[in-house]
């Protein structure tokens, strides 16, 4: 594999491990959410879903990051995100 296809690939796991990991962290959140009324919780119980939840949003945040730089790059080159033909 090449230096480029090698970082594509470290790029592409990362930003697969960002989104299942904030789905899962809702997932979660949500199941703990329904399992009974937050008066019934310790504040344990919701300082780490809340804390998860940050974490995952910096995830979800990386992911806009580099959709923007792709997003980006896909415009210089005339194309667009939708699959459309390349400008010409």
């Known amino acids: 594999m090449t230096i480029p ?3 594509m690939r470290r790029l592409l796991t990362d930003l697969l491990d960002a989104i299942t990991t904030f789905v899962s962290v ?3 959140n949500a199941a703990i959410a329904a399992s009974a009324p937050p008066e019934q919780l310790a504040v344990r119980q919701l300082d780490e879903p809340e804390s998860r939840t ?3 949003q910096g ?11 792709e997003s980006h790059g896909f ?3 005339g194309l667009a995100l939708t ?3 390349a400008a010409r």
């Open 5 to 7: 296809q090698t970082f």
């Open 26 to 28: 809702m997932k979660i």
């Open 54 to 56: 940050m974490e995952a």
């Open 59 to 69: 995830r979800l945040e990386y992911v806009r990051m580099f959709l923007n730089y």
């Open 75 to 77: 415009d210089i080159f």
């Open 83 to 85: 699959g459309a033909k």
